[in-house]
């Protein structure tokens, strides 16, 4: 295993890293009192897209740490930002599935959002349908929005994932995650979705312009082998995979990627950090 060392900035996953559900993962605590007495810079970089930033520092202080909404990255987040930069926002029409989480980011950057069956085939009002799609996690998921995100695409619209993780690290297990919704909605449409979140790079480099922090000089903390540690391995950043999550040892082993370090949780990290050569 190559040497702990040269670590400046964190990039942290949270789902099956920081917490099960609502249930922390031992050692939450001194691990944030680590980075900051250590003045290690991180962003928690999550694809998880149901909740805001606001609401990820509420979580995380019930939990007794105190972050900053700066220090947040969602996938939905990183999902308004790569939108602005390929579509003029007040021009622009959205139907999400999704909640605040992803809804937010969009409104802020100016996006018009359109309701169920808001389509464009009404003969007195024909634009009122979506120019694009949007997905992320949502637990209020129904016919009617899995419906109206149908019609859209089928009539043109973008289609776009949050991210793609097909299951969702909880307190009572495993269960589906908007993978799982983005793939109903690829068989109905025969359109496959861009994503943004990881194993994509695009909100790795988003969380290293926030963090002004060499690439060389980062490190990745994640939970599952297919988005996490691939998603640094394709920005050409170090990982350690935590095995709280997702992922196991015998995952990686037949696979042509790797983390650079694998520990057992957030834990055995804090302990590294603490003894981390300069």
């Given at each position: 295993m190559k040497p702990f060392k040269n670590i400046r900035a964190l990039i942290i996953d949270m789902d099956g890293v920081l917490w099960h559900g609502d249930q922390p993962i031992p050692g939450l605590t001194?691990?944030?009192q680590t980075l900051r007495s250590q003045k290690i810079p991180f962003i928690l970089a999550t694809n998880n897209a149901r909740l805001t930033?606001?609401?990820?520092?509420?979580?995380?202080n019930r939990m007794n740490v105190t972050v900053t909404p700066a220090e947040i990255l969602t996938s939905s987040m990183a999902t308004a930002l790569y939108l602005t930069e390929h579509f003029t926002p007040s021009e622009t029409r959205v139907f999400v599935i999704g909640e605040d989480g992803a809804k937010q980011p969009l409104l802020e950057r100016g996006f018009t959002l359109t309701e169920l069956y808001e389509l464009n085939d009404d003969k007195d009002n024909p634009n009122l349908g979506a120019d694009i799609v949007v997905c992320g996690m949502d637990q209020k998921l129904s016919w009617d929005k899995l419906a109206t995100a149908t019609l859209n695409i089928r009539a043109g619209a973008k289609f776009i994932g949050t991210n793609a993780d097909t299951t969702l690290p909880?307190?009572?297990g495993l269960t589906h995650g908007n993978g799982a919704i983005l793939a109903?909605?690829?068989?109905?449409t025969d359109v496959t979705p861009t994503i943004i979140g990881k194993p994509e790079p695009i909100i790795y480099q988003q969380a290293l312009s926030l963090l002004g922090v060499d690439p060389d000089h980062t490190v990745a903390i994640g939970d599952r082998l297919e988005t996490d540690i691939l998603g640094a391995v394709r920005t050409g950043i170090r990982s350690i995979m935590v095995l709280t999550g997702v992922s196991s040892e015998d995952d990686f082993k037949t696979t042509d990627y790797q983390p650079t370090w694998v520990m057992q949780d957030i834990r055995e990290i804090t302990q590294a950090l603490k003894n981390c050569q300069p």
């Open positions: 001194d691990f944030f930033q606001d609401e990820y520092v509420i979580k995380l909880t307190e009572r109903a909605l690829e068989a109905a």
